[in-house]
């Protein structure tokens, strides 16, 4: 070994002021363990801030939208401060949530957190069989996460008591009173105890939400994560821009965003190690040379991947705040937020490892539908627009895609010493014309420089909130339900040997033509990942092209062929 040393890349926790873990808050190790679990490094600033209080029983009022982690910021106390030794009975926890969705989702989160201490989590709301709701109830539950309307019903049917009910919590507050929740929401907290801690979240304050603060909740600690100061320096030069995409369709997305963009070198942020490690394998399985880093990896590891990052050996670090914290990598030209950050400060943090020492950068945002106000926020905090696109169509990649060809033709005359192919132009002139010539050779051009995954579903364009809306945004075919994205009646067929086996497009191409009466022109987009490959062929001749390669041999060796799944199943 000589070389000049490369920098270490700091072991996490890099800084001693932000090293606060959730262990310092006081929660116990049923809930610390299944954090670990989760992945979670380390609490969001609202975690920091509203656990301690509400583990003291105060009462709290906070400003913050979804995306900053509050579920988990009052979950994780209510789940703390339930009674152990309980066996039937009456819920201790309400939680009131405005959509049937987020009653869902929040009792998941409460699942997944309460998971060791056996927490019984109910979620009830308009439009499910009240029925099962009722044997629930019945059984005995610790928590019910209740839509406004629904709550009630059962409270008038007296089968939700609230007698016991120690904590109640309001959240997204402000889209309960915009939906009309507002009596409702009066009617329940009249029946629960007086004593009773409450919690209020909402992403806005207006004077509403003050008013039924100031009624219902006693003394609170008031909890604001956005600053309305910009952070000072906080801007790099970094172009930003934003996605919206739902959730199935990220992998995608990520893709897409990365094959418009191609990269030097890029970095993708996720909240937590188990996505870190999910999304490495994805996007490796897609073609991409992704590695993780994460707090969970020794200094040597990660040192390694460190140095795969500076040789150019990978091109795509998927990370954590935790891991990435002070990390300098000269070739980084774009940062992408796979999921919007739990607060500005981190979303500064992260754009910071682009566009250092006067070079350019590029930070991607992709934010589902519901954490657009997080953007927005975000957007306030760095004094920065963040510009919402579209996610690239399928269009979009091919003219891209040309472009790089021709712009690599267009280097390749003007340096390069041509002459020597010359003898095979001109005995192809013989028989062909020169337009043809060309063209031919452009196209191999075009498939040999194609990146490794031609990643071509059309991905659904999303609306803020489609949950509410009326999705103008939603592309129709997502509408009715299907999942099929490809163009129309084209299939994919899957084969079992990809880049580890030396696959280039080519082979595919020519193994297909010279099989089956399936012309080059009508092969659709070619995926070559490790270990298989994907080609898009007409609808119509499917069958006889998975018939055609089962019969033959791909760079000497019998593959696996058949029809693909959809592409939503393919992650
Ligand atoms: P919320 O703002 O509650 O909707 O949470 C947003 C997302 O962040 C959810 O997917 C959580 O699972 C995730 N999350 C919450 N807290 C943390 C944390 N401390 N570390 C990593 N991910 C988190």
Same mark, same amino acid.
Do not use: W
């Given at each position: 070994m ?7 890349d700091?072991a ?18 049923e ?13 969001? !600033? ?5 656990? !301690?209080?509400?583990?003291a ?7 913050? %939208? ?5 579920? %988990? ?9 339930? !009674? ?6 009456d819920?201790? +926890?309400?939680?009131?949530? !405005? ?36 044997r ?8 019910v ?15 939700l008591r ?10 997204? %507050? ?10 409702? =929401? ?12 409450t ?5 806005t304050?207006?004077?509403?939400? $003050?008013?039924?603060a100031?009624?219902?909740?006693t ?15 906080? #801007? ?8 919206l ?20 070198? #890029?970095?993708?942020?996720?909240r ?24 969970g990896? +020794?200094?040597?590891q ?15 670090l ?73 996610? @690239?169509?399928?269009? $979009? ?33 013989d ?28 991905i ?11 999705r103008?945004g939603?592309?129709?075919r ?14 994919q067929?899957? =084969? ?24 080059g ?12 490959s994907?080609?898009?062929? @007409? ?26 799944? $959809?592409?939503? $199943?393919?992650?």
């Amino acid at each position: 070994m000589s070389a000049a040393p490369t920098p270490t890349d700091p072991a996490p926790p890099a800084d001693a002021e932000d090293a606060i873990a959730f262990a310092d808050l006081g929660l116990r190790t049923e809930l610390l363990g299944a954090l670990a679990a989760l992945g979670y490094e380390e609490p969001t !600033p609202i975690q920091r801030e509203a656990i !301690p209080p509400l583990l003291a029983g105060q009462d709290l009022l906070g400003q913050a %939208a979804t995306g900053t982690g509050k579920t %988990a910021a009052f979950a994780l106390p209510l789940l703390q401060r339930m !009674p152990t030794d309980r066996s039937g009975g009456d819920p201790v +926890s309400l939680v009131l949530v !405005p959509t049937r969705e987020l009653a869902v989702q929040v009792s998941e989160a409460f699942h997944r957190y309460g998971k060791d201490l056996g927490a019984r989590v109910l979620p009830i709301y308009g439009g499910q069989p009240i029925g099962r709701q009722l044997r629930a109830l019945d059984h005995g539950v610790d928590v019910v996460v209740a839509t406004p309307g629904r709550a009630l019903d059962h409270i008038a049917r007296g089968t939700l008591r609230l007698g016991s009910v120690a904590t109640v919590v309001l959240d997204e %507050a402000d889209e309960m009173l915009d939906m009309g929740f507002a009596e409702d =929401i009066e009617a329940i907290l009249e029946h629960a105890p007086e004593g009773r801690q409450t919690v209020l979240f909402s992403a806005t304050m207006p004077a509403r939400i $003050d008013g039924l603060a100031r009624q219902h909740l006693t003394d609170p600690v008031r909890i604001r994560i956005e600053r309305e100061q910009p952070v000072a320096g906080a #801007a790099p030069r970094v172009r930003q821009s934003a996605y919206l995409v739902a959730r199935a369709h990220k992998p995608a997305a990520l893709g897409r965003v990365l094959d418009v963009e191609s990269p030097t070198a #890029a970095i993708v942020f996720c909240r937590s190690r188990e996505e870190v490690d999910r999304l490495t394998e994805t996007m490796n399985g897609r073609g991409y040379r992704a590695e993780a880093l994460h707090g969970g990896m +020794s200094q040597e590891q990660r040192d390694r991947v460190m140095g795969r990052l500076r040789a150019g050996t990978a091109d795509l670090l998927v990370a954590t705040d935790v891991a990435a914290r002070g990390l300098d990598v000269e070739q980084l030209t774009h940062v992408v937020n796979y999921d919007v950050p739990s607060a500005p400060e981190s979303y500064v943090h992260r754009i910071g490892r682009v566009g250092r020492a006067g070079r350019e950068g590029v930070a991607i945002t992709l934010a589902e539908p519901r954490e657009h106000r997080m953007l927005k926020t975000i957007e306030r905090v760095t004094g920065q627009r963040i510009s919402v696109d579209k996610i @690239p169509t399928v269009a $979009d990649l091919r003219t891209r895609r040309f472009e790089l060809t021709q712009a690599a033709v267009r280097e390749s005359l003007l340096e390069d010493d041509l002459e020597p192919f010359r003898a095979v132009v001109e005995s192809l002139t013989d028989e062909f014309d020169l337009m043809e010539v060309a063209l031919a050779a452009v196209r191999l051009a075009h498939e040999a420089t194609l990146p490794g995954t031609a990643d071509e579903e059309e991905i659904p364009q999303v609306a803020v909130r489609p949950n509410r809306e009326a999705r103008p945004g939603y592309d129709s075919r997502d509408r009715r339900g299907g999942t099929r994205s490809r163009g129309a009646g084209t299939a994919q067929v899957f =084969i079992g040997l990809g880049r580890r086996a030396g696959v280039r497009p080519q082979d595919l191409v020519g193994a297909i033509t010279g099989e089956t009466r399936v012309n080059g022109r009508d092969i659709g987009s070619i995926e070559i990942a490790d270990r298989f490959s994907l080609v898009e062929v @007409p609808q119509a001749m499917a069958d006889e092209v998975i018939r055609g390669l089962r019969g033959s041999t791909i760079k000497g060796r019998k593959a696996t062929v058949r029809r693909d799944r $959809d592409g939503d $199943d393919r992650r």
